[in-house]
């Protein structure tokens, strides 16, 4: 079969990965890389001499011998660049957060239906095999009904990104839209069986009383159509990267749990344990899990949509409803009160 020809606008932090995730995969192709400033596109030149480099994504967008656009950049940049993707024809693999809005997100999906074109979002958790084996032992009813979800991350600061733009609520969106929304997915994902989420309180507070807007500390209880309900809790004034997943339902409970010195770590550690209501046992995880495998995983996953018809991990409309669940418990953060998250 034909390899998929990935085109990639972004050559940041993050999309460095995105590229040699494409190099290593076996049903994939880097074709071209599209850059912002020019130190930048001479590094991407550097590191990969055969692509096509340029430092306006147009002209990649241009080229005819390209299936697929993935888009790296920073978070405010998304809508603009993914319409772009969409109206040249491309299919598209855009990294969370969808959007910074709901409207950003509602016109993406119009325009990827309107081109017919695929439009895959980034959370690639879902595609890890220890985050991945909670979701199907849920669904494989290890938990009998699943009632009770706790995602939590405890990790250092995070960077400013290129031009510091993380560190700016206009281009950031805000500080929720950044990683606690991994965690709102995951839970959205492990409590489907509950219908669809609800409503959302939250609290947060910022330890720099430069920026009380970007917040460090977030804790949310998210309430579903029953009576089930999520915890997403995390806190960026602390060390390392350590994360827990604890499922529970009327039957037993799981509890995940991953530690690296940073995310992007090829050597952490992980365990899943499970508990049937009898006993505890170690749930072996064959393959690593971390965030750098599960974006090699992404990009084969794409390119799988694209060659067979696989359906996608993450869809258009899951990626809006984590952008949903994000901007409701970022209102209820300013309100103060318990906050309706919409229903698309
Ligand atoms: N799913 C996940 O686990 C992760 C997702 N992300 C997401 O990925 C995105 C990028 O994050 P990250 O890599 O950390 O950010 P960085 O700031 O490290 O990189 C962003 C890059 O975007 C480039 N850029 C800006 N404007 C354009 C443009 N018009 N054309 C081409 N390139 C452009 C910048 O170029 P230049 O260097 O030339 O200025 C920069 O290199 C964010 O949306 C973030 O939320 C990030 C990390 C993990
Ligand atoms: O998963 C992630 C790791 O942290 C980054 C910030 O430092 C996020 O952008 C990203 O979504």
Request: proline residues 4%.
């Amino acid at each position: 079969m034909n390899l998929v020809r990935y085109g990639l606008i972004g050559f940041g932090a993050w999309g460095k990965h995105h590229a040699d995730a494409i190099t290593k995969a076996h049903n994939a192709q880097l074709i071209g890389i599209a850059a912002h400033s020019e130190s930048t596109a001479s590094d991407a030149s550097q590191a990969y001499p055969d692509a096509f480099v340029t430092t306006d994504y147009h002209a990649l967008l241009a080229r005819d011998d390209l299936d697929v656009i993935d888009v790296v950049v920073p978070s405010h940049l998304h809508h603009e660049v993914a319409t772009a993707v969409l109206q040249s024809g491309k299919h598209l693999l855009l990294e969370k957060p969808m959007g910074i809005n709901l409207d950003q997100c509602d016109s993406m999906i119009a325009s990827a239906q309107s081109h017919d074109r695929l439009l895959c979002v980034g959370h690639e958790l879902r595609l890890s095999s220890m985050w991945g084996k909670v979701k199907e032992m849920i669904d494989d009813g290890f938990l009998g009904t699943p009632q009770y979800c706790l995602v939590e991350l405890s990790r250092n600061p995070y960077r400013q990104g290129a031009g510091g733009w993380r560190y700016d609520i206009n281009r950031v969106g805000n500080w929720i839209l950044e990683e606690p929304i991994h965690f709102f997915d995951l839970a959205r994902w492990y409590l489907e069986s509950a219908g669809t989420p609800q409503s959302v309180y939250a609290t947060a507070n910022s330890r720099d009383p430069e920026r009380p807007e970007l917040q460090d500390n977030f804790s949310a209880i998210m309430h579903f159509a029953g009576d089930a309900y999520a915890v997403v809790s995390q806190t960026l004034s602390a060390f390392e990267h350590h994360q827990t997943a604890k499922v529970t339902g009327s039957k037993g409970a799981l509890w995940a749990s991953w530690s690296g010195a940073m995310d992007r770590t090829r050597h952490p550690t992980f365990k899943l344990r499970a508990f049937d209501g009898n006993e505890v046992v170690d749930v072996p995880i064959e393959k690593p899990t971390g965030e750098l495998f599960e974006l090699e995983d992404q990009i084969v996953r794409v390119a799988e949509a694209i060659q067979s018809g696989r359906p996608l991990h993450c869809t258009a409309q899951d990626g809006r409803w984590s952008v949903a669940m994000c901007l409701a418990a970022s209102a209820s953060v300013a309100s103060g009160t318990k906050e309706p998250i919409d229903q698309g």
